[in-house]
């Protein structure tokens, strides 16, 4: 069986289905395994955001959905993401290194994993490196939410 491929052709369907990747490496890999400390880079992980999203903040004000059960029981904090950038730009290891609970841990962990990244480099090569992100979750402004119950306050029989 043949299969003919064209990278021009791949592209343009990839555009057309509005996928957004980030760029093909120009550098070589590291392939040793070893994971960097962001200090010891010469040009640090850089997040690509999708749309026209400009920082982190502003991405995260975007994308975050607020935990049902942490806005029930009150609960707002900072919870902070330690994760490894590989060269390829995905995140991987993803761990809660300080949580509120709640359901804010997982959508902070949800949030990290839809981003993709430049990969730091290190002597002219893309390398793993390891870094912290802190999402902070704060009740939305009085009024923009309004909790309803489901049982509409009649007991169950």
């Known amino acids: 069986v043949r299969f003919s491929f064209k990278p021009g052709t791949y592209r343009r369907h990839v555009r057309a289905r509005g996928y957004t990747f980030p760029p093909p490496p120009r ?4 392939t040793s395994g070893v994971i960097y400390d962001p200090k010891a880079l010469e040009k640090a992980p850089q997040p690509l955001f999708p749309g026209d999203c400009k920082n982190l903040r502003e991405y995260f004000t975007r994308h975050l959905q607020y935990p049902e059960m942490a806005l029930k029981r009150g609960f707002s904090g900072k919870v902070e993401v330690s994760m490894v950038i590989e060269p390829s730009g995905r995140s991987t290891n993803i761990h809660v290194q300080d949580g509120v609970g709640g359901g804010c841990d997982e959508e902070a962990v949800r949030l990290v994993e839809t981003l993709r990244w430049v990969p730091g480099s290190r002597e002219g090569m893309y390398v793993r490196s390891e870094i912290k992100i802190s999402v902070t979750f704060a009740f ?5 939410y309004k909790y309803f119950p489901t049982h509409q306050g009649r007991t169950m029989q």
């Open 27 to 30: 550098e070589p890999f590291d």
């Open 140 to 144: 939305p402004e009085e009024g923009s």
